[in-house]
């Protein structure tokens, strides 16, 4: 059974680095065609995805937004991190992470989210 | 990056009706291997999403066959054959088929009538 949590700071301010972290079971990330990734989703808007990693730590992001954006995975602990530098007032969104699977290339478990708010 | 466009934005419905949302990309969806990467998920109120289709019209697991998905290229539906009062939400297309970034359409709130 899949499942994934995310966690992170709740608030922080303007030109604050966002850490958020993915807790996940169910699956390794040392496995092939493993992967994981984060999308976020302002109040009441749509989906943005920012980036995601898999299991041979190729990584990918979104080009709008890549240069404030760093991912990374702790496979022995089974997480998976996003930072984002700089955030501002356009940053609060409710994040998730979610499973990839490879062969269907879709995002086909999510965690439940975490609500982040920047605010000075 | 490739423009997800959904129709229509609202879908009022009556409960057992059947119901039918377009999702358009701004370029065809076939990948150079020959699959088509359009997903459906389904966003309930105060939930995250979850996979409803993946590549065009296949049931994620666990999914009512009541759902179907169809369309090729850049034109592709989701089809609700009897709506139930659990189906209501916000569906969104998606694609990953030119990635990154990974796009999604604005989404189509199914609502009861």
């Known amino acids: 059974q899949v499942t994934l949590k995310e966690s992170g700071p709740g608030i922080l301010q303007p030109s604050q680095t966002l850490s958020l972290t993915c807790s996940f079971s169910g699956f390794s990330l040392s496995t092939s065609g493993m992967g994981v990734g984060w999308i976020r989703q302002p109040s009441g808007k749509g989906l943005e995805w920012l980036a995601h990693?898999?299991?041979?730590?190729?990584?990918r992001y979104n080009p709008a937004l890549k240069s404030r954006l760093t991912i990374s995975k702790d496979t022995s602990s089974n997480q998976v991190f996003l930072k984002i530098a700089s955030v501002d007032t356009a940053d609060t969104a409710t994040y998730y992470c979610?499973?990839?699977?490879?062969?269907?290339?879709?995002?086909?478990?999510w965690g439940q989210g975490t609500s982040v708010t920047v605010s000075s | 990056d490739v423009v997800m466009t959904q129709t229509p934005l609202s879908l009022p419905v009556s409960l057992g009706d059947q119901a039918s949302i377009s999702c358009r990309s701004s370029?065809?969806?076939?990948?150079?291997?020959?699959?088509?990467?359009l997903h459906w998920y389904l966003q309930k109120p105060g939930q995250s999403p979850k996979l409803l289709i993946y590549k065009v019209s296949n049931r994620f697991s666990g999914v009512p066959d009541r759902f179907s998905g169809s369309g090729s290229g850049t034109d592709f539906t989701l089809k609700i054959s009897r709506v139930e009062a659990e189906d209501l939400g916000v569906y969104f297309c998606s694609q990953s088929t030119h990635v990154p970034p990974f796009t999604f359409g604005s989404g189509t709130k199914l609502e009861i009538k």
């Open positions: 370029q065809s969806l076939v990948h150079s291997n020959g699959n088509t990467y």
């Open positions: 979610a499973h990839y699977d490879y062969d269907a290339y879709a995002m086909d478990y």
């Open positions: 990693i898999w299991w041979d730590d190729d990584k």
